[in-house]
């Protein structure tokens, strides 16, 4: 665990490794931890394009953004999972993408490359909530799959906190798509007109 000051306020960043997959996992943290006290969470998935460049096709980025400063007033933890592509990796999504230029969503997209809508597993990072002495949370997720996988690994999930973006025309069909296909509960105003 490091001091880890950002441009989002000052955290403590802890780094894990899993032999499992050779990977490397991160949480972000402000605050002390209790069992028995629901933290506020944020499970996110890395998205190189969105979280470092700054992309306009997906929300990823400005929701980790907007978690790290609900984090910096409130106390709690992002955990950091190397998701990639909701699973699929980062070459992948780029063909992916490719797909989704030609016409398909996100979805039809992952399927055409051979894969699922979302191979994401939560299993490390609820993992690492345990490490950090948290079992009670409050999820920031539209990803209501998010849930029931979190309770699955002994998590107590107190509270959906929402934390949806204003979409932009460059993202506004992969909202959609996720609320239409996978079941986020995004755009929900869009339902109404």
């Known amino acids: 665990t490091v001091d880890f000051p950002s441009i989002f306020g000052d955290f403590n960043l802890h780094y894990y490794e899993c032999d499992l997959d050779d990977k490397d996992y991160l949480a972000i943290t402000k605050g002390e931890f209790h069992p028995d ?8 998935s890395e998205c190189k394009t969105g979280d470092m460049l700054g992309s306009r096709r997906c929300d990823c980025g400005e929701q980790l953004n907007a978690a790290l400063r609900m984090i910096q007033r409130e106390g709690g933890a992002v955990i950091y999972l190397p998701h990639e592509g909701r699973g699929i990796g980062l070459k992948n999504k780029m063909l992916a993408y490719q797909l989704q230029d030609r016409g398909d969503d996100t979805v039809e997209a992952n399927c055409k490359l051979g894969f699922k ?13 345990h ?7 409050r999820l920031m997720t539209n990803n209501p799959t998010k849930i029931i996988a979190l309770k699955g690994y002994g998590l107590t999930v107190v509270e959906r906190v929402p934390i949806e973006m204003e979409p932009n025309p460059d993202n506004l ?9 996978m079941g986020h509960q995004i755009l929900q105003e869009e339902h109404q007109s």
Do not use: C, N, S
């Open 173 to 181: 069909r992969y909202l959609k798509t996720k609320r239409d296909k």
């Open 37 to 44: 006290q629901p933290v506020l969470v944020r499970m996110h």
């Open 117 to 129: 809508p979302d191979l994401r597993d939560y299993g490390i990072g609820a993992q690492i909530l």
């Open 131 to 137: 490490d950090l002495g948290i079992r009670k949370i």
